[in-house]
């Protein structure tokens, strides 16, 4: 199985930068497609697909969120941190199966 | 607009089963996939496995082998996941999710059905 690997938490001010890393055991790439995806997830919520292969925004999420990176190792940036951004933040692979996800980073504000 | 709705919170025994169902409304049922996620309180998200809503073949995530069965009722729009001799450890939150080809994720979910096993 792939194994993502993220921290578990992150402290940001207000109006900062925040950068939510994933490692993955194996790289989660085939040809140009980097099959990895970010989520948010709010207490009491189902997730809300945030980035989508990588580096493509999802419909309606605002441009604040972005993605980057290939192979085995991805980010997700949040600039500027919003008080509404407080949430858990998972990586997903779809690369192979099982489509594992990562332990998930919570935000938090500093 | 597209959406999953998910059956309601169900309180069992252990040994007891249960089955919990995802009606997709929106689109054409048979086109996506649909998978399904576990999350235990205070956890992370496990993903179970999946079913092609097309010909109707699951498939397991090991660890949810054995107990578990993914099911449709296709003429209904509706994926449904059954848990059989139910364990405190399967006390959860199940959501069901959209698979589709184009994200490679999950773009639409379920709200969830918590399910709690309790003596």
């Known amino acids: 199985d792939i194994v993502l690997t993220q921290s578990p938490a992150l402290a940001v001010s207000l109006g900062q930068r925040a950068t939510i890393s994933c490692r993955a055991s194996?790289?989660?790439?085939?040809?140009?497609?980097?099959?990895m995806h970010w989520y948010q997830q709010k207490p009491g919520q189902q997730p809300k697909l945030l980035i989508y292969?990588?580096?493509n925004l999802a419909s309606g999420i605002p441009a604040r969120f972005s993605g980057s990176g290939s192979g085995t190792d991805f980010t997700l940036t949040i600039n500027p941190v919003q008080a509404d951004d407080i949430a858990t933040y998972y990586c997903?692979?779809?690369?192979?199966?099982?489509?594992?996800f990562g332990s998930g980073t919570k935000l938090e504000i500093k | 607009q597209i959406q999953l709705v998910q059956s309601g919170p169900e309180l069992k025994k252990p040994g007891e089963s249960v089955k919990i169902s995802c009606k997709a409304s929106?689109?054409?049922?048979?086109?996506?996939?649909m998978h399904w996620v576990k999350q235990a309180p205070g956890k992370g998200l496990k993903w179970m496995g999946w079913?092609?809503?097309?010909?109707?073949?699951?498939t397991y995530a090991d660890d949810f082998k054995g107990r578990f069965v993914f099911s449709l009722e296709a003429s209904a729009s509706t994926a449904n996941l059954q848990i059989s001799n139910l364990k405190n450890e399967d006390t959860a939150t199940y959501f069901c999710?959209?698979?589709?080809?184009?994200?490679?994720?999950?773009?639409?979910w379920g709200q969830g059905v918590m399910v709690t096993v309790s003596s």
């Open positions: 999710a959209r698979f589709s080809l184009d994200y490679g994720g999950y773009r639409y």
């Open positions: 929106g689109y054409t049922f048979t086109d996506y996939a």
């Open positions: 079913i092609n809503t097309y010909t109707g073949k699951p």
């Open positions: 194996q790289s989660v790439s085939i040809s140009r497609y980097n099959l």
């Open positions: 292969r990588a580096s």
């Open positions: 997903q692979q779809s690369r192979e199966s099982p489509f594992t």
